[in-house]
């Protein structure tokens, strides 16, 4: 089974972490065919910084990718609010446009998730 979550809004990240913690625990116990992308435009893109400020979210982020999630940042959002590459997670994949990577995972079978 193939999911794709997609964040636009800094407020959505608790259900996101929420639903990130959830699936690892799943693709851990129930379901080890799991694929798993998250696909960060639009504000959202700032907390995928790599400060004190957004620690927690890093742990809960670096978990996911430890369970085998991809977590892909858009070049257009960090280009918006002026964020270079270099400075999100380390393990954050930078596509060149979010949206375009929503699409094309679609036409990949993802079921595309909006929390």
Known sequence: MKILLHIDQTERWSAVQGNLINLANAKQNLRPDLDIEVVVTGEAIQQLVDNDDNRALKETLKKATD?????????????????????????????????????????????????
């Open 67 to 115: 369970a085998g999630f991809v977590i892909a940042g858009c070049n257009n959002s960090l280009n918006r609010f002026k964020i270079a590459p270099e400075d999100l997670f380390s393990f954050v994949r930078v596509v060149p446009a979010g949206l375009i990577e929503v699409a094309e995972k679609e036409n990949e079978g993802f079921a595309y998730v909006k929390p």
